[in-house]
Antibody, heavy 121, light 110 residues
Framework: QITLKESGPTLVKPTQTLTLTCTFS??????????VAWIRQPPGKALEWLAL???????RYSPSLKSRLSITKDTAKDQVVLTVTNVDPADTATYYC?????????????WGQGTLVTVSS | QSVLTQPPSASGTPGQRVSISCSGS????????VYWYQQLPGMAPQLLIY???QRPSGVPDRFSGSKSGTSASLAISGLRSEDEADYYC???????????FGGGTKLTVL
């Protein structure tokens, strides 16, 4: 059974760096073709794809946020970490991590429950 | 502004058939597979349709997907009250080299 869970701060001040951790089970990020993605959703708004890391450590980022995002993995801990630098109130959102299986073209198959992050002074 | 265009809302009565459109371009829908997600109120999204037309196990066959050119469509037949949710289309964009989502469609069952 594949599960993912996001963790991190619920409140961050503007200009700070946000660090979120996705802890997963039921799959190995070292398996060929597997990837983990981060997707966010501002309150009442649409989903926004942020970043993805592959089993071989290749990475993809949203072009509009690329300069502020970093995604890394710790295969031994079954974790993926997303950092967002210089946050702004517009970064207030529920952040989801998701598993992408081989053959699913980088798309999310299993999702975590999400974690709400508020950016406010 | 989303790369993929969906109607913001759709509605139907129980038992009806409703369709939700998703419009893109040659760099996304026109050359890649389309995925659909259902997001029930207060919940995380769930995969509903993958690779244009395929349903994950557990998804009723009342849900179907199709694609033609640079547009895709999700159809729900035999509408039920529990289908009331937000629906999102998604695909890969070759130019952006990222996954792109539609703006979402809120389905109301009257």
């Amino acid at each position: 059974q594949i599960t993912l869970k996001e963790s991190g701060p619920t409140l961050v001040k503007p200009t700070q760096t946000l660090t979120l951790t996705c802890t997963f089970s039921g799959f190995a990020l070292s398996t060929h073709g597997v990837a983990v993605a981060w997707i966010r959703q501002p309150p009442g708004k649409a989903l926004e794809w942020l970043a993805l890391i592959y089993w071989d450590d290749d990475k993809r980022y949203s072009p509009s946020l690329k300069s502020r995002l970093s995604i890394t993995k710790d295969t031994a801990k079954d974790q993926v970490v997303l950092t967002v630098t210089n946050v702004d109130p517009a970064d207030t959102a529920t952040y989801y991590c998701a598993h992408s299986a081989p053959g699913y073209n980088n798309h999310a198959v299993y999702w975590g429950q999400g974690t709400l992050v508020t950016v406010s002074s | 502004q989303s790369v993929l265009t969906q109607p913001p809302s759709a509605s139907g009565t129980p038992g009806q058939r409703v369709s939700i459109s998703c419009s893109g371009s040659n760099s996304n829908i026109g050359s890649n597979l389309v995925y659909w997600y259902q997001q029930l109120p207060g919940m995380a999204p769930q995969l509903l349709i993958y690779k244009n037309t395929q349903r994950p196990s557990g998804v009723p066959d009342r849900f179907s997907g199709s694609k033609s050119g640079t547009s895709a469509s999700l159809a729900i037949s035999g509408l039920r009250s529990e289908d009331e949710a937000d629906y999102y289309c998604a695909t890969w964009d070759d130019g952006l080299r990222s996954v792109v989502f539609g703006g979402g469609t809120k389905l109301t069952v009257l």
